[in-house]
């Protein structure tokens, strides 16, 4: 990894800052001042900056319990961050993996890996989101069944030019349902409903491909994905 971008992981400097540091003779490794910002560190070299070793963060792979009334924006406008909820060093290098709605719950990923990001959210690899939707109104007898038709050939959004990708609907009674899409058009569970005439009372991710929310997890809690998790994607 060249040095300057191992400053810039390792510290809150900016590449720019990790390269002026250097021409300001701040850094060594194993001892030797460098200046040299493309000099290629290894994972056995100690380096230093003003005196203080550095470890380098390495990418980081999380999921929260999101609650609803926070956003899941870097730069939230009328509430709170998802990441004001997460205490860990340099914060602002992660960022949500996709995003669930303010009024939703559920899982969410967060990372700094930006390959493993697109892995996650690609349409290409069409990754299936389950979802628990509590319904205004009960459905009625046989009403399932049409839904989960409509939902298996796609449904007509209102000021959408094309029908959703097939999803899954599945009653668990009468007023809870399950859901599996592999889009993320805005609101999109929400709007479904809405077109085969129902509204939502509450709507939680339940899992994103093979990956389930850890019921461990309270709303506004989260932990690091654990390596078969990371690898599963």
């Known amino acids: 990894?060249?040095?300057?971008?191992?400053?810039?992981?390792?510290?809150?400097?900016?590449?720019?800052?990790?390269?002026?540091?250097?021409?300001?003779?701040?850094v060594s490794v194993d001892g030797e001042v460098t200046r040299d910002a493309s000099y290629q560190v290894s994972d056995d070299q100690v380096v230093r900056w003003q005196g203080d070793t550095l470890e380098r963060v390495g990418w980081r792979y999380l999921?929260?319990?999101?609650?609803?009334?926070?956003?899941?924006?870097l730069r939230p406008t009328h509430h709170p961050s998802v990441l004001s909820l997460i205490d860990i060093p340099q914060?602002?290098?992660?960022?949500?993996v996709g995003r669930l709605d303010l009024d939703t719950s559920g899982l969410l990923l967060i990372s700094d890996d930006g390959k493993w990001t697109h892995r996650v959210t690609s349409p290409n690899r069409a990754c299936v989101k389950r979802y628990r939707a509590t319904l205004g109104?009960?459905?009625?007898?046989?009403?399932?069944?049409?839904?989960?038709?409509?939902?298996?050939?796609?449904?007509?959004?209102?000021?959408?030019?094309?029908?959703?990708?097939?999803?899954?609907?599945?009653?668990?009674?009468?007023?809870?349902?399950?859901?599996?899409?592999?889009?993320?058009?805005?609101?999109?569970?929400?709007?479904?409903?809405?077109?085969?005439?129902h509204t939502v009372e509450a709507l939680h991710r339940e899992a994103i491909g093979p990956l389930e929310l850890d019921p461990d997890l309270e709303p506004g809690e989260c932990r690091y994905l654990r390596p078969e998790e990371i690898a599963a994607f």
């Open 1 to 26: 990894m060249r040095l300057d971008r191992f400053l810039s992981e390792a510290t809150e400097l900016t590449r720019s800052q990790a390269k002026r540091a250097l021409r300001q003779l701040e």
């Open 63 to 73: 999921m929260m319990h999101k609650p609803v009334g926070v956003e899941c924006s």
């Open 91 to 96: 914060i602002e290098r992660v960022h949500p």
């Open 137 to 197: 109104e009960p459905l009625e007898e046989g009403e399932a069944e049409r839904i989960a038709r409509q939902f298996d050939e796609g449904v007509e959004l209102n000021g959408d030019e094309r029908p959703t990708r097939p999803a899954t609907f599945e009653a668990v009674n009468d007023t809870e349902v399950l859901i599996g899409v592999t889009e993320g058009r805005y609101h999109l569970v929400r709007r479904m409903l809405t077109a085969v005439g």
